[in-house]
C-alpha cells in the first residue's frame, strides 16, 4: 500500500451523474430489443469515460464512474441478488421513479455485482483514487417490499452478509475509497440501533477507506451512533437545508471526516462560487480543514448533464478560493495499493 | 348502516403520466395536449376504481406531487422549499416555508371540479372526497419563518384550510378528508390540534373525515371527543391493536378502517378483511373500508389489486357496497 497525500478540502462527487443523452437513446433501444447486449455495454462503457472527463475537467479530485450502468441505487443491487421481485415504478417526488423491489423468497449473493464497475472505472480515471458507491444492507431493506422474512431486521441481517461479500471482492480487486450509501438511516427512529449493527455487520473485516452518505433525513438520529459506525466519513447534504444543521459536524468524532454537501441537486439553480465559498468558510469554523472533504448534496443524475457539470465546476472553483486561503494546510492522506 | 369501500389520500401515479407532467413543466407539451391525456387516464383509473366497487374516490387522485403541494402554491404567503422526507417514507415532499401572512386561494377547487365533471360525464357512481392536509400536521411539517409561534402558524393554516374545505362542500363534496398523520406519534401538542381543528371546523358545512395513518390513535382518542369528526380513519395495519379500542369507544362518529397496507406489495386476504368490516359494523352506522394511507408508496397495479380485495371485501357483507 502507498500513501497518498490528497489536496486539502479534496473535492469528490456522491456516486451519480446524469446520463449522456446517446446512451439514454442506446438503453431505450436495447429495452426494445433493437441493440444487442454487447453494444450496450460498450456503451456503458464510453458513457463511464465521458463523465469520467466531466469530472476530470471540472477539476474534481476523486471522481466516480457516474453510476452510468445503474438505473437506480436499490434496484441495480436487487437485480443482482437473487430473491428480489419488480412490480413495477414507485414515485419517490416528484416525478421520480424508481422500481421498488420486492423480496419474494430467500435472499443469496450470486457473484460481483460492481466489481467490474471499479475496474473499469480505475483504468480510464486521470486520478489515482476513485470512489465506488455501494448501496448499504438498511437502505436496500427499507427501500423494498418485505413479503417473505419475517421482519425487516431479519431482511437487513442477510442483506448485510451479502453486502460484506461484496466489499470484500471490492478490497481484493483493489479498492480504496468505497462509500455506503445508507440515506434511509435515520428514517425510523425504533430501527436505528439494530440498523447500525446490520451496517457494521456489512463492513465487518473490511480494510479500506469507508465513507458512508446519508442524505434528506434527520442526522441527529444517527449523531449517537458516528463513534459506533465502522466508517471514518459523513457525506452529508447541507445545501438543500439552506446549510442549516451545519452543528451536526461538531457530533462527528474527532477521527472521523465530514464529506460537506455545497451543491444542491434538486435545483437547476447553478449556485455562485460565492455562495458556495461562504458554506466552506462556515464549516471551517466548525471543523479543521484536514477532516472536510467537498461534494454535491448527493447524486447528480437527476439534473441535465451541462448543469451537473457547470454545478461540479462552481464548488471546484469555490474550493481553490478557500484552499487559497488556508496557505500551509496539508490535505488528507489515502492509503491505496 | 352503511358499509362502503372507499380512497384515501390519493392513487399512485402512473409512471407515464409523471412523464408526461415533466413535459408539460419544461413546456415539451402544451396544455390541450396535457390536459387531454390527463383527462383520459383520469377517467381509465375512475371507471376501474368503481368496478371493483371502491364507491368513494378523492380529488387529489394521482394530480398531486405530495399532501401540501397544492396548498403551498396558491396560498399567499406560502412557497414551497427543499425536499424533506415525507414521515418515514422512502418519499419526499417539498416542505412549505411560511414567508409572510397566509391568505387563502382557492388551492385544490379546480381537482375537486375536473373529478367530478369526469365522473358524471362518464356516468360513474362514485362519491369525491376531497382532501386537505390538517393544520397541525401542516404546522409541524412546515418551516415557519413568519409567524411568532405555531400556535398562531396553525390558526391562519386552519383558517385557510377551512375556507378552503368550506369551497369543497360547495361545490359537492360530501366529505372533506383531513389528514393529520402526526396524531400517531408520541407527544402530540393536542391543545394545538385542537385549536387549529376546532378553527378549521367551524367553517366547514360538509361532513369531516379525519385521517390518521402509520401508527396508533388510542393515546388521543379521548382528546377527539367533542370535535365535530363525522368519520374517523384509524390505521390498521400498522396499529391493528388499537382497533379493540376503538371499536368500543362511541363518540357517534363513523370508522373508516385502513386495512389495506398501501406501503407493501403483499395483497390482503379478502376474508380477513371481511371479518373486520363485520366486527365494525357491529358497533358503528357507517363503516368505509379503506387503504391505510394514500397510496403512493406501491406500484400502480399492486395499488388496483388492492383496490379489487378492498371492494369484493364490502360486498361480501350485509349492506356494503
Partial sequence: ?337 | MRIEAALVGGLPRPYRIGRLMSKYRDGKVDEETYMSRLRKELVKALRRVERYGVTIVVNSMFLWDDLFQPFAEAFEGVERGGLYRFLDNNFYYRVPIIKGPIRHRPASLSHFKLVKGLVEEAGLNLSIKAVIPGPYTFTLMSENRFYNSARELALELAEALGKEARLLGEAGAEFVEVHEPLLTLQGVQVDLFKHAYERLSSKVSAGLWLQTYFGPLEHVLEELEGLRIDVLGVDAVEAPKQLEGILGFDAGWGLAIGAVDSRNTRVERVGELRRLVQMAAERFDRVFLTPNSMMDFIPVQVAFRKLRVLGMAVRGVVGGG
Avoid at chain 1, 467490474?116 to 438498511?138: A, C, H, M, N, W
Avoid at chain 1, 452478509?161 to 480504496?176: D, F, P, Q, T, V
Avoid at chain 1, 477507506?209 to 452529508?236: N, T
Avoid at chain 1, 464529506?259 to 471543523?287: C, P, Q, T
Fill in chain 1, 1 to 337: 500500500m502507498d500513501e497518498l497525500r490528497l489536496p486539502v478540502l479534496p473535492t469528490t462527487v456522491i456516486g451519480s451523474y446524469p446520463r449522456p443523452r446517446w446512451l439514454r437513446e442506446i438503453i431505450r433501444l436495447w429495452r426494445a430489443g433493437r441493440v444487442k447486449e454487447k453494444h450496450l455495454r460498450e456503451a456503458f462503457d464510453d458513457a463511464v469515460v465521458a463523465v469520467v472527463r466531466d469530472q476530470e475537467e471540472a477539476g474534481v479530485d476523486i471522481p466516480s464512474d457516474g453510476e452510468q450502468r445503474r438505473d437506480e441505487m436499490v434496484e441495480y443491487f436487487a437485480e443482482r441478488i437473487e430473491g428480489f421481485r419488480f412490480y413495477g415504478p414507485v414515485r419517490v417526488w416528484g416525478n421520480a421513479y424508481y422500481r421498488k423491489p420486492a423480496v419474494v423468497g430467500p435472499l443469496k449473493y450470486k457473484g460481483a455485482i460492481v466489481v467490474e464497475e471499479f475496474d473499469f472505472l480505475r483504468r480510464v480515471s486521470y486520478s489515482p483514487v476513485v470512489k465506488v458507491t455501494i448501496t448499504g444492507p438498511y437502505t436496500i431493506a427499507d427501500w423494498s417490499f418485505n413479503e417473505y422474512y419475517s421482519s425487516k431486521e431479519e431482511l437487513a441481517f442477510e442483506l448485510a452478509r451479502i453486502i460484506n461479500r461484496e466489499l470484500k471482492a471490492l478490497e481484493e480487486a483493489g479498492a480504496s475509497y468505497i462509500q455506503i450509501d445508507e440515506p434511509a438511516l435515520p428514517t425510523h427512529p425504533d430501527e436505528v440501533e439494530w440498523a447500525v449493527m446490520a451496517v457494521n455487520e456489512a463492513l465487518r473485516g473490511v480494510n479500506v477507506k469507508l465513507g458512508m452518505h446519508i442524505c434528506y433525513g434527520d442526522y441527529w438520529r444517527i449523531a449517537p451512533y458516528f463513534e459506533e459506525l465502522r466508517v471514518s466519513q459523513f457525506a452529508l447534504e447541507f445545501a438543500n437545508r439552506g446549510f442549516k444543521d451545519l452543528g451536526i459536524a461538531e457530533a462527528i468524532p474527532e477521527d472521523k471526516e465530514l464529506g460537506f454537501g455545497v451543491i444542491d441537486v434538486h435545483s437547476r439553480r447553478v449556485e455562485s462560487v460565492e455562495e458556495v465559498a461562504a458554506a466552506l468558510r462556515k464549516i471551517l469554523k466548525i471543523l479543521p480543514p484536514q477532516r472536510i472533504y467537498v461534494n454535491p448534496d448527493c447524486g447528480l443524475k437527476l439534473l441535465p448533464r451541462r448543469i451537473a457539470k457547470r454545478k461540479m465546476e462552481v464548488m471546484v472553483k469555490a474550493t481553490k478560493i478557500v484552499r487559497g486561503e488556508l496557505k500551509g494546510v496539508e490535505g488528507p492522506v489515502l492509503r491505496v495499493p
